[in-house]
């Protein structure tokens, strides 16, 4: 299976977590909720982020990767099997992507030091070769904040949209994609 291999990137190493990359996995996490989102930790949405043994490393139907320059975790991509929750998002869009069949990306965050080298796409990629070596899955889903810089022009390069929260103020403000599984 592919998602077992390290792939190199320029002088970044590409691969599936391990236990010795949990601790800068999460500072890159943390980072970017503090520094990118401004609204820090909650515990309601970022358990994974605490536990990411047990969240990912110990779950075979989910994923961490990781790009490392010389031993230091610069950026992540998790998959869980989960689809969005109603609220904050709409029934329909829960209903569409069911938990345990569809994979989820999540925390697709790169260090602000080591962007623009085309690790989030490459780290994407390795994801959903994961979800299609994955029994089980039929959708690749993902929302993203649209207020934080470049995240929707990234994801409108390597994705479909499905739904734009922001059309409707009774919902979260993400934009909701689809990436095709790859066969």
Known sequence: MQHHLEHRLGDYVLRAARPEDVTGARKVMLDTFY???????????????????????????????????DGQVTATTAIRSHGPKCPPHPRWLADRYPAGETAQLFRVYVDRAHRRHGLARALVAMACDFVADTAGYSAIYLHTNPAVEGAEPFWRSVAKEVYDGREDPRYSPSVHFEIPLPR
């Open 35 to 69: 520094l990118e989102f401004g609204h820090g930790y909650h515990s309601e949405w970022h358990a994974d982020v605490v536990d990411i043994e047990g969240a990912y490393l110990g779950h075979p139907r989910h994923a961490l990767f990781v790009a490392v320059l």
